[in-house]
């Protein structure tokens, strides 16, 4: 429409206010108060016992025993045969795709996806594809590459059955997607670790499990994507063919779907990078592949786990190459196939499908199995160089961990510093601090900082934590996000506004942010382990390397983004370039900032709860011992409570930015 | 100038055949909540920012009535915001109108179950947007015979319809570039193409060359008027651009917040405008070459000869200028072998002048 709905932008208004009704001020002495009651009456006023429901904990054990009852009695009726039949749908795709992955043997596999990467995606993505295959070969974890490969394929394409239609509909359907969207923000803010809890209760350690798990975590981004990618296609063109008397079904099949065809792929692209990035969670229900390896190398075999992990990144990295430029090559809305490129393309298609099927004959002749080192041949071992890359991580770990060494020399002192400076205080101030005034202390700043209604939440949220009986420890954990955000926040300014001023730095930063925003989460913390062994420091490090390259890019783009003719007017008035950084681009970007501030701390938080696994306390900790002892009514209230952590911390940092986008309106 | 009678007798005495082919009674579009709700009510009349400061809605369109007939070319001009764009789109439902009556070519628009209206936007209507909205994963005679293939029409058929209809705006050359790799003049010509490969009754033309820069703009002005003149087609043309307005109407109407100020043919509006809007629109239309005799004619005196120069009165004053220049005698204003008025010089120079009216 090219009419009337042009809205005069109300453009920022900042009331002037007094000194005391200043944000930094009424903040600043709101953590006064709390300090100074923590230096009072440190210690002597823990969360009442009499506010807990203790017996929640056997009540979450009874219902898990009763459920695992009726599931081997076979009892329980409709709900329970879909779980089921889910579990063992999951299941036999999964096995499915592992048998057909090693009946085409390695060779098969390999020339296969190579060949059909090539096709697809050119020369690079064919390159990509030969380099993963290689690596898992090498490293001598060819079937749990493989069978990473197959659980992949299975969440990954039963996560596309279910977002692509939803994308779909959200995105034709304005009304549908606005309904949908507060449960994809919700899912946005769940961190992955909290509800593996719950989907072992429903669907017990094995495939299934992770599968859901991994399902519930890439299902969102795949039906936000899908449904920007519908809604991307020019308005014209849709009411172009609405005003040519197309069906809703010619319109998606003729118009939207060819014309979103791009995002779409990039949308399959988001779901694999999202998938993979659980799949080492999805190793501690069951999973196995390479996150199997990683877990339970994590203690016994430090070596393996981090060759494990190397590999999820490369197959990560080639999955993410691969995919993307297949979305780019084979976009019909830019590349203009004539008649003869059309027939070469078939052509190809034909000479590929005809190689694949050769190889796949000739292995098979030969007897070639389905896993890499082919303990039926005569040269074994020497094929892959696994012993030699396992003492060569060995080595480094032995390096790094010796205190004479030049890099424990550092990283010794900064774990050290994090940890005594930073972290033990702000922990014992939180943990120890006088409930009543952490709580009221918490929802004040929330007030302050975002009005009113994060303010009812933040006092529900923490209500609800302490009401669990986990108040100390997701005091622990908040102490944790806090730390690491900060640091993360630091860096993340600091990089994105140096990127934003300099050319150079921001194309050195751009492959370094891609690769950390590629890798899966559990990933970072691995070298950590070994590099910072100091308990909490891994999950800080690690939430803070998973964290900053988002902060630092969004306030690139803030910063970038701040309209050049202000830029310009300052430069005009004679502002020096620091002036002009200061005085106008700063602080024009400041929504922008407070959105890496909300994103931030969201991933931290999701990063520092899986610390728990590495022995970093808190709410994560709980969760790892439910998970790894099966305590299961503890594990589910910590998933509860990281929740819960997680509504609030996003609440807040949310708050402010909403308020303004309200005033706005 | 005697302008009051002569509105009359040029915009009501036309010959016209049958029926209108588009009648639409008191369309109304208001975008909001309850939108519906407003009609009929004293805050219908309310000027726009006020009513949507109270209510929240937006009237894009407000009480619009026309007819357009047949083999008719009919513009609605007016400036941006004006809802012109809107009220085209509700006269085949991509909008859905607020309230109103819409007829196309018999068929009742409004109220038309989906099956019905995809019929009548496959065979009777077919429209050219601003921004070409062209398939850019299709090839031009893709594009062309998208309307066909939405139809059922078979490949072989369909390509060799959009062959014909390219030949006919000189696209013969580029049937298989792809969209993107075309000037965007060109790509309206696809777009006009493509609407006339369904063969409709009526085409409606929503700013079409707007984005177009302004030589472009001419070409595709005459290419409309040729094809208009050769099919003979009724069209609906939405334009902010007064000159081309006047180029191509027979009749336009103005439309201001929503509402039709007035609806007439050019020299209605150059020689009467309704109110001080339009006539602040139509201020600096050199009025010669829009006004005809007509409106500057006056009765011959009694016993006055009429032995001058013979013009028709539809002529415009700037192509009788050479005329009234050879003779010496006044100029006889002529419909048919009457004569219904006599043009001297000084009415011209008048006329000219911008002076009167």
Redesign the interface.
């Known amino acids: 429409?090219?009419?009337?709905?042009?809205t005069p932008i109300a453009v920022p208004v900042v009331a002037h206010r007094p000194w005391w009704r200043g944000k930094i001020v009424q903040s600043g002495a709101i953590v006064a108060g709390m300090w100074i009651a923590y230096r009072g009456w440190g210690g002597d006023h823990p969360w009442p016992n009499g506010l807990v429901w203790n017996q929640l904990t056997f009540k979450l054990d009874d219902f898990q025993a009763w459920l695992i009852e009726k599931r081997l009695t076979g009892g329980g009726g409709l709900v329970f045969s879909i779980f089921d039949g889910f579990r063992i749908m999951c299941d036999h795709l999964v096995a499915w795709f592992f048998d057909a992955l090693t009946w085409l043997t390695w060779l098969g596999t390999a020339v296969a996806g190579t060949l059909l990467a090539w096709r697809f995606g050119g020369l690079r993505a064919g390159g990509w594809a030969l380099g993963a295959f290689a690596a898992f070969a090498v490293t001598g974890l060819w079937l749990e590459s493989t069978e990473t490969l197959a659980l992949m394929l299975t969440a990954v394409g039963l996560s596309l059955v279910i977002g692509v239609p939803l994308g779909i509909a959200a995105g034709r359907s304005r009304r549908f997607g606005r309904w949908l969207t507060p449960f994809l923000d919700a899912a946005q803010i769940v961190p992955a670790f909290a509800y593996l809890m719950p989907v072992v209760l429903f669907f017990s350690i094995g495939y299934a499990a992770a599968v859901v798990a991994t399902m519930i975590y890439a299902i969102p981004p795949c039906i936000r994507i899908t449904a920007l990618g519908i809604r991307r296609v020019?308005v014209?063109?849709?009411?172009?063919?609405?005003?040519?008397?197309?069906?809703r079904r010619?319109m998606l099949g003729?118009?939207q779907l060819?014309?979103s065809r791009r995002m779409l792929l990039l949308g399959l692209n988001q779901t694999i990078l999202f998938a993979l990035s659980m799949v080492v969670i999805a190793g501690l229900i069951g999973g196995g592949g390479l996150g199997a390896v990683v877990n339970s190398g994590l203690f016994s075999n430090p070596a393996l786990a981090i060759l494990a992990g190397a590999v999820i990144v490369v197959m990560a990295m080639a999955l993410d190459r691969i995919t993307e430029s297949v979305a780019e090559r084979t976009d019909?809305?830019?590349r203009?196939l004539?008649a003869p490129a059309k027939r070469r393309l078939r052509l190809q298609s034909l000479g590929v499908a005809g190689v694949i099927t050769a190889t796949v004959v000739v292995a098979k002749l030969l007897g070639v199995s389905g896993d890499f080192p082919d303990y039926s041949g005569v040269r074994q071992r020497a094929v892959t160089a696994q012993e030699w890359l396992l003492g060569q991580i060995q080595t480094v770990l032995d390096y790094v961990q010796d205190p004479t060494s030049f890099v424990f020399q550092i990283t010794e002192p900064v774990g050290n510093f994090i940890l005594t400076e930073l972290l033990l205080p702000l922990q014992g101030f939180l943990v120890e601090a006088p409930w009543f005034t952490t709580l009221g202390g918490l929802t004040l700043l929330a007030l302050v900082v975002s009005g009113l209604r994060p303010a009812v939440t933040t006092l529900l949220m923490l209500g609800l934590i302490g009401f669990l009986g986990v108040w100390a420890l997701a005091m622990d954990t908040l102490s944790q996000v806090l730390v690491a955000t900060l640091i993360a926040v630091l860096i993340g300014i600091g990089l994105g506004v140096w990127a934003a001023e300099s050319r150079t730095v921001s194309r050195a930063l751009r492959p370094v942010n891609d690769v950390l925003q590629t890798l899966p989460q559990l990933v970072y913390i691995i070298p950590f382990i070994y590099l910072m062994p100091v308990s909490i420091v891994p999950g800080i490090v690690a939430g803070v390397l998973y964290a900053f390259p988002v902060v630092s890019r969004l306030v690139e783009r803030g910063i970038k983004d701040v309209a050049p003719d202000a830029v310009e007017a300052a430069g005009a008035f004679g502002a020096t370039r620091r002036q002009v950084l200061v005085k106008v681009k700063v602080p024009l970007a400041g929504d922008a900032i407070m959105l890496g501030v909300n994103q931030g701390i969201i991933m931290v938080l999701a990063v520092v709860v899986i610390g728990g696994l590495v022995g970093s306390g808190g709410l994560g900790y709980e969760v790892a011992q439910g998970l790894v002892r099966g305590q299961f009514g503890q594990g589910v209230i910590a998933s509860v409570a990281i929740l819960a952590l997680g509504i609030t911390l996003d609440r807040v940092t949310q708050g402010s930015r909403s308020k303004r986008k309200e005033s706005m309106e | 100038m005697s302008a009051p009678a002569a509105t009359s007798t040029t915009a009501a005495s036309r010959e016209r055949d049958g029926e209108p082919l588009i009648r639409a009674t008191g369309v109304w579009k208001i975008f909001g909540p309850k939108a519906a709700t407003i009609i009929g009510t004293p805050d219908a009349e309310l000027p726009r920012t006020e009513l949507r400061a109270k209510t929240g809605c937006v009237a894009a369109v407000r009480d619009v009535s026309f007819e357009v007939w047949p083999g008719e070319v009919f513009v609605v001009m007016g400036l941006s915001g004006s809802g012109k764009s809107t009220l085209v789109r509700t006269l085949i439902r991509l909008i859905e109108p607020t309230a109103g009556t819409i007829s196309i070519a018999g068929d009742e628009v409004t109220g038309a179950s989906p099956a019905a209206l995809r019929d009548l936007r496959r065979h009777k209507v077919s429209m050219v947007f601003q921004h070409f909205g062209l398939l850019a994963h299709r090839r031009v005679l893709d594009n062309v015979a998208f309307g066909l293939e939405i139809q059922g029409v078979g490949k072989a058929e369909r390509h060799a319809r959009a062959r014909e209809i390219l030949g006919l705006v000189g696209l013969e050359d580029v049937e298989s570039s792809f969209p993107d790799q075309l000037s965007g003049g060109m790509q309206q010509r696809v777009g006009v193409a493509r609407a006339f490969a369904g063969d409709p009754v009526v085409m409606l033309y929503d700013e079409p060359f707007s984005a177009l820069d302004p030589l472009i703009r001419r070409d595709m002005q005459d290419e409309v008027i040729r094809l208009q003149a050769e099919t003979g087609k009724t069209m609906v043309f939405i334009t902010h651009d007064l000159p081309e307005a006047l180029r191509l109407g027979d009749r336009i109407a103005i439309m201001r917040d929503g509402a039709i100020v007035q609806i007439g043919t050019p020299e209605d509006l150059v020689g009467s405008p309704a109110d001080e809007y339009v006539e602040n629109f139509t201020r600096d239309v050199p009025r010669s070459h829009v006004l005809t005799l007509r409106w500057i004619m006056r009765e011959p005196e009694p016993g006055e000869p009429v032995d001058g120069p013979r013009l028709d009165v539809g002529t415009t004053v700037r192509n009788a200028v050479p005329v009234i220049a050879e003779s010496s005698r006044p100029v006889c204003a002529t419909s048919g072998d009457e004569v219904v008025g006599i043009v001297d010089r000084d009415a011209v120079l008048r006329a000219i002048a911008g002076e009167g009216g």
């Open positions: 429409m090219t009419t009337v709905t042009e020019p014209n063109t849709v009411e172009a063919a609405a005003s040519m008397g197309a069906t010619q003729k118009v060819p014309l019909p809305a830019r203009h004539d």
